[in-house]
């Protein structure tokens, strides 16, 4: 939408009920997403985290500063029309696992995975339902069909907001299984993207700290812990 290079143009920001949820008015019109689609967000929480981002706007618009407004942006115009195809993308995240693929060596490496990924292999296979071979290495080994299955199942049972959400939490992480703990509240989101890091945490320790790299992982961190607040707002 042109809105995005504009410079402010409305006075007042609220919030109106629609039909099928909540939406954000400017001055009593209706925000559309770049599309030019009806921006219809699920709950009222989630209406009041993208006002407050439009409100906050002063002089030119800034999208990098409307992080719920881009991601309920994408649920609309990207996540609803290929929903199948997001959910089948992610889901593929399942037979090559993070956390399934373990070192042989150094031995503080091999202790850091086994304490950081062990736990969450248990709780697929109880929790879950959904039993979790381990491999030692990098080549590609296959899950149980059955687990792959229901995994596949449970991610295309989100909406497309969640979706949007948990998109984030897995392609940030690496882990299908991260993402679904997050979801399911097994850890805070922060304690399961440190989980995440577990490789680079060690290199990092070994080799130093480099200041892009750590800028980089910052933002990744940002973006992770927010798509866990915008799952929350989904209701």
């Not at 919030?15 to 019109?29: M, Q, S, Y």
């Not at 559309?32 to 929480?45: E, I, Q, V, Y």
């Not at 890091?197 to 927010?226: P, S």
Request: hydrophobic share 45%; net charge negative.
């Amino acid at each position: 939408m042109t809105d995005w290079a504009a410079k402010r143009f409305w006075t007042d920001t609220a919030i109106a009920e629609v039909e099928g949820g909540f939406t954000v008015t400017l001055d009593g019109r209706h925000v559309r997403t770049p599309l030019k689609s009806a921006l219809t967000l699920p709950t009222r929480g989630m209406a009041e985290a993208v006002a407050a981002e439009w409100e906050a706007q002063e002089g030119k618009i800034d999208p990098l500063s409307m992080p719920f407004t881009r991601a309920a942006n994408a649920a609309t115009d990207k996540v609803t029309p290929q929903h199948a195809e997001v959910a089948d993308m992610l889901a593929a995240y399942g037979d090559s696992d993070l956390i399934c693929y373990r070192a042989s060596d150094p031995r503080g490496l091999v202790e850091r995975q086994n304490k950081g990924w062990d736990p969450l292999v248990d709780w697929s296979a109880t929790a879950l339902k959904t039993p979790l071979q381990v491999y030692v290495g990098v080549m590609h080994a296959e899950q149980p069909a059955g687990s792959m299955q229901s995994l596949r199942q449970r991610v295309h049972g989100f909406d497309a907001y969640r979706l949007t959400a948990f998109h984030d939490l897995v392609s940030l992480s690496g882990s299908l299984i991260i993402g679904v703990a997050v979801t399911e509240n097994y850890a805070p989101a922060a304690d399961l993207w440190e989980v995440s890091r577990i490789d680079e945490t060690w290199q990092a320790d070994q080799w130093g700290y480099d200041e892009e790299a750590e800028k980089m992982a910052a933002a990744k961190r940002d973006a992770f812990l927010h798509a866990d607040r915008f799952f929350r707002l989904c209701g």
